[in-house]
């Protein structure tokens, strides 16, 4: 709460309430001046960047409304972030909340459960820093995407080890433990933390607030079926599935890949007056990384890809 009370309020804010003063010196609290100064950033143009790109939105619409994320193309923008966050639930991931008693299930005994559950928290950090320099070094598209591929890799094969008969403590069941501990630190690489990035990037920044809440209130709402589900599936006196629960969630994860291949842009390398100009020009999400656009002209090409094009965020060509 100390942390929050101290804390400047966003440029943004005070952009949208005309108080461009206020914009710059609360971007200069956020802004390390002896780095600026080496990157060739400027304050003043930044704020100036900012104007134009409220702007520009102001234009597409003046209001900034919950109804408005329901309208035009921020209906599409509201879609990407809510389901965003609602995949960041449903690719299995609530097997992580109940590895341990899962580990059980699949056949460890009550210490040796214990003892992977660890192992698979400690990688998850591990996963999570290193999150900080694979987004610098490839888009996020392209992390989401790979991530929803090998995750699913992995629920199939959790699913599959779980055919056999596994005895107390037997091979079957730390291998199991092993997949499900991969599947830990490949989650907590990509879809876990690209997840906060994708959803402040690609709404709108008149309607950031308002698309941040709506999507969290999806996410609660997958997280509370996702909690009543999953202890149903892996206890046995309930439906009792077990290790073969790995095929349902395969199964939903395919599901959201598809999507995720389909439906997410690639926001990397883009000003939000960028990204603006893309969702109005109802750019295909797999040619965001490539098409040329210029936010500060009415004159917007169309997506011309020729081969030696940049890839589409999936190492292909588009």
Same mark, same amino acid.
């Given at each position: 709460? +100390?942390?929050?009370?101290?804390?400047?309020?966003?440029?943004?804010?005070?952009?949208?309430?005309?108080?461009?003063?206020e914009a710059?010196?609360?971007? @200069?609290?956020?802004?390390?001046?002896?780095?600026?100064?080496? &990157?060739?950033?400027s304050?003043?143009?930044?704020? $100036?960047?900012? /104007?134009?790109?409220?702007?520009?939105?102001?234009?597409?619409?003046?209001?900034?409304?919950?109804?408005q994320?329901?309208?035009? /193309?921020?209906?599409?923008?509201t879609?990407?972030?809510? *389901?965003?966050?609602? +995949?960041?639930? @449903?690719?299995?991931?609530?097997? /992580?909340?109940?590895?341990?008693?899962?580990?059980q299930q &699949?056949?460890l005994?009550?210490?040796?459960?214990?003892?992977?559950?660890?192992v698979?928290?400690?990688?998850g $950090?591990?996963?999570?820093?290193?999150?900080w320099?694979?987004?610098?070094? %490839?888009?996020r598209?392209t992390?989401?995407? %790979?991530? #929803?591929? +090998?995750?699913?890799?992995?629920? *199939? /094969?959790?699913g599959?080890?779980?055919?056999?008969?596994?005895?107390e403590?037997?091979?079957?069941g730390? &291998?199991?433990?092993?997949?499900?501990?991969?599947?830990?630190?490949?989650?907590? #690489?990509?879809?876990?933390?690209?997840?906060?990035?994708?959803?402040?990037? #690609?709404s709108? =920044?008149?309607?950031k607030?308002?698309?941040?809440?709506?999507a969290?209130?999806?996410?609660?709402? @997958?997280?509370?079926?996702? !909690? +009543?589900?999953?202890?149903?599936m892996?206890?046995?006196? @309930? %439906? !009792? %599935?077990?290790?073969?629960?790995?095929?349902?969630?395969?199964?939903?994860?395919?599901?959201c890949?598809?999507?995720?291949?389909?439906?997410?842009?690639?926001?990397?390398?883009?000003?939000?007056?960028?990204?603006?100009v *893309?969702?109005?020009?109802?750019?295909? &999400?797999?040619?965001?990384?490539?098409?040329?656009?210029?936010q500060?002209?009415?004159?917007?090409?169309?997506?011309?890809v020729?081969?030696?094009?940049? =890839?589409?965020?999936?190492?292909?060509?588009?």
């Amino acid at each position: 709460m +100390i942390g929050v009370l101290f804390a400047p309020e966003s440029p943004w804010f005070h952009v949208r309430k005309g108080n461009v003063q206020e914009a710059k010196r609360s971007l @200069a609290r956020l802004t390390s001046s002896q780095n600026a100064e080496r &990157a060739g950033f400027s304050i003043d143009n930044t704020v $100036a960047m900012m /104007i134009h790109t409220n702007e520009l939105e102001k234009q597409g619409s003046s209001e900034a409304s919950y109804k408005q994320c329901f309208k035009g /193309i921020d209906l599409r923008r509201t879609e990407i972030v809510c *389901l965003v966050m609602l +995949i960041q639930t @449903a690719c299995g991931s609530g097997l /992580i909340g109940f590895s341990i008693y899962f580990f059980q299930q &699949a056949g460890l005994t009550t210490n040796g459960a214990f003892k992977i559950g660890m192992v698979q928290y400690a990688l998850g $950090a591990v996963g999570t820093m290193l999150s900080w320099f694979t987004m610098n070094w %490839w888009g996020r598209r392209t992390i989401y995407c %790979w991530g #929803l591929f +090998i995750l699913f890799t992995l629920l *199939l /094969i959790v699913g599959f080890l779980g055919l056999p008969t596994s005895s107390e403590n037997g091979p079957l069941g730390w &291998a199991i433990g092993g997949v499900l501990v991969a599947y830990t630190f490949v989650y907590d #690489l990509s879809i876990g933390p690209v997840c906060y990035s994708l959803v402040s990037e #690609l709404s709108s =920044t008149r309607l950031k607030a308002k698309s941040i809440v709506l999507a969290r209130i999806v996410y609660n709402l @997958a997280s509370l079926i996702n !909690n +009543i589900l999953t202890p149903q599936m892996i206890s046995p006196g @309930a %439906w !009792n %599935w077990g290790p073969k629960t790995g095929f349902f969630w395969a199964g939903v994860c395919g599901f959201c890949f598809t999507w995720a291949y389909f439906r997410l842009p690639e926001p990397k390398g883009r000003t939000y007056g960028e990204l603006d100009v *893309l969702f109005e020009n109802k750019v295909p &999400a797999r040619k965001f990384a490539v098409t040329p656009i210029d936010q500060y002209s009415s004159n917007y090409p169309k997506p011309v890809v020729d081969g030696s094009s940049p =890839t589409d965020g999936m190492g292909k060509r588009s």
